[in-house]
């Protein structure tokens, strides 16, 4: 690749800096500095896994690496500063944040995907872009070889990089994530940006304990040494299970890929399942010892079908845990990201985070948020109660068919069959009645609501993470009366489609190792690429999955267009050397096209690309 002409780096320019202490800055600030763009948008996952990668590379080259964060949204919510503000905060991103609210910069340097890293050298050239997860390795190596060469050519300059932090206002709950109601008439509420549980009192506010140190990190033992990251939600144990289980409570510890069992009586902490590492595999259905496989991002939790059943947003799955069997596996999801009922082995969801039980057990309601959705599964089978797909959304009500919600995160079952759902980028609470299929709006005004709780008065209390409380709903608020129809504004994310000719188009993903490493079949092929289309129609030929990274579609003239759903990974070990690191690189891709006469028969895609 060393033979393609060097490619200057756009100029940065945004809506606003974040983490800057008020200073906008250019490239001219970075030079002599390697620069390490990462495109995101605070609602997507693999984004944030991708933040948590970036840490500890953040702190072993702090002197010669700059770490900026381009903020592209999707959703409508979160082109809104404030939002973005409070993003940046909740989920500890310590370095230099560019608005980019119209997706200028996401043009500018061709993202398209999110979660999207471009590597600058110090003289202000682009010398590598990858998509998705799984390059921290890579990245490593990459810098170790532009500090050696910059040094030696002397365009190296270290020092300290730009980050000024915010100050942090003093609460007692700091972007809470979920709720769970206690014997007694406490709740205990996961304190995800202070990386602790809190137990309150009946009113919501009085604080009672604390069961974790507040300190980012991961540590079982008593109630103030013990360490969460970014928990999430919470679920009792039926009363047998938890007497043999030894623990009353089960955690999503959500950035620390680990399910963690609380003893209520002293507030121990122990991990139950998870080793830790992020899922990287293969999907099976196969029962697994739970503390020896790997989790990704579990973030809620409901006791359903005798088993505790996981919302694993990372993979776009649902799993299951048995803590008498203390065994764990697949339950739901196929791991592609994106909306398809069905039987469940077969089903495709996005980013599930919140379940309830129907209080007859019969059905599972699950907020899927990359899909705006209300999906449940009953008798086996995964189906949507309201939701269009991946870039539909707004604030709609009536007919569930037509209703349209903004990345929910939240979910309550109520006795008379109806389901309420925390609509967190609406800021509302919406209720979605299956008797008579209408969706209507209960509450709003609100600040990002992630949970909505039922107490044991019959009283309602929504967990307002961006307000750092919970509140509690106007007695009436539940009744047809105090219930409103909203006909707001309905949205599609609009990326740029990429025009594409009719007839055969050949697909290519773009994958070259990082330096020191090497293509990986120890444990089979190296490659798998996943392709599929929305409406399927689009494709007549090339979806499925396969071994090669490129693939020959057929493209259907009779369709205007529509997305083409890639999922791609690769693996990689070190090359040459003893004990060698086995490394996995995997993206999802959702690719508007528009089919047109003419236009281009090759669909490149970047998983990862140097120029070094």
């Avoid at 980012?216 to 007497?243: I, K, N, T, Y």
Wanted: glycine share 10%; aromatic share 6%; with cysteine.
């Amino acid at each position: 690749m060393g033979t393609t002409p060097r490619v200057r780096a756009p100029e940065l320019r945004g809506r606003q800096w974040l983490n800057t202490g008020g200073q906008n800055l250019t490239l001219q600030d970075f030079r002599g500095r390697c620069v390490l763009l990462d495109f995101w948008t605070f609602c997507c996952i693999n984004c944030l896994h991708v933040l948590d990668e970036l840490r500890p590379l953040e702190e072993k080259y702090a002197d010669v690496l700059v770490v900026v964060g381009v903020h592209s949204p999707k959703f409508e919510h979160e082109k809104d500063p404030a939002a973005l503000a409070a993003a940046v905060e909740r989920y500890g991103v310590h370095h230099p944040v560019l608005d980019d609210p119209e997706l200028d910069m996401w043009q500018q340097y061709a993202a398209r995907a999110w979660p999207t890293l471009a590597v600058i050298d110090p003289e202000g050239y682009v010398v590598a872009t990858m998509a998705g997860e799984g390059h921290a390795e890579g990245l490593a190596r990459l810098v170790d070889e532009l500090v050696a060469t910059h040094e030696a050519k002397g365009t190296l300059h270290r020092g300290d990089g730009p980050y000024v932090p915010p100050v942090e206002p003093e609460t007692t709950l700091r972007f809470p994530g979920k709720a769970v109601p206690l014997d007694g008439g406490n709740l205990l509420v996961s304190d995800s940006a202070r990386h602790s549980l809190v137990e309150l009192a009946p009113d919501g506010e009085t604080l009672v304990r604390r069961i974790g140190s507040g300190d980012r990190g991961r540590a079982d033992g008593p109630a103030g040494a013990a360490a969460f990251s970014e928990p999430q939600g919470l679920c009792r144990l039926p009363e047998h299970v938890a007497e043999v289980a030894g623990y009353d409570l089960v955690v999503a510890d959500t950035v620390n890929h680990l399910l963690r069992g609380v003893k209520l009586g002293t507030g121990e902490v122990l991990t139950v399942a998870g080793t830790g590492r992020q899922w990287r595999s293969t999907v099976d259905d196969h029962a697994h010892d739970a503390l020896s496989v790997d989790l990704s991002s579990p973030w809620d939790l409901a006791w359903y079908d005798d088993k505790m059943i996981v919302a694993m947003a990372g993979i776009h799955q649902l799993w299951w845990f048995d803590p008498i069997r203390r065994t764990a596996g697949m339950y739901a999801g196929t791991t592609v990201e994106a909306l398809r009922d069905g039987p469940l082995a077969e089903a495709w969801l996005a980013q599930p985070s919140g379940l309830s039980v129907s209080t007859d057990g019969a059905r599972l309601w699950i907020a899927d948020s990359e899909t705006s959705a209300v999906r449940y599964v009953e008798n086996g089978v995964l189906g949507t109660a309201v939701g269009q797909g991946l870039f539909d959304f707004g604030h709609v009500d009536g007919p569930a068919d037509r209703a349209l919600l903004q990345h929910p995160l939240g979910v309550c079952a109520l006795p008379d069959g109806s389901v309420l759902v925390a609509d967190t980028y609406n800021g509302a609470v919406r209720r979605f009645d299956p008797g008579s299929g209408q969706v209507s709006t209960v509450a709003d005004g609100l600040a990002e609501p992630s949970d909505v709780v039922l107490t044991a008065d019959g009283g309602v209390l929504v967990v307002e993470s961006a307000a750092h409380r919970l509140t509690r709903l106007a007695p009436g608020a539940l009744s047809a009366a105090g219930a409103s129809t909203v006909d707001g504004p309905r949205h599609r994310t609009e990326r740029r489609p990429t025009d594409v000719a009719p007839g055969e188009v050949t697909l290519d993903i773009v994958f070259t190792p990082a330096p020191g490493q090497k293509l990986d079949e120890t444990y089979g092929p190296s490659t798998r690429l996943v392709v599929s289309a929305s409406p399927p129609e689009l494709l007549l030929d090339g979806a499925g999955t396969g071994n090669e990274l490129s693939r020959r579609l057929v493209v259907n003239d009779a369709v205007a267009g529509g997305v083409l759903q890639v999922t791609a990974q690769a693996a990689t070990c070190d090359a040459d050397v003893e004990h060698a690191a086995c490394h996995l690189t995997r993206q999802d891709w959702g690719v508007p096209v528009r089919v047109v006469q003419g236009a281009t028969a090759r669909l490149p895609l970047v998983l990862r690309g140097l120029d070094t």
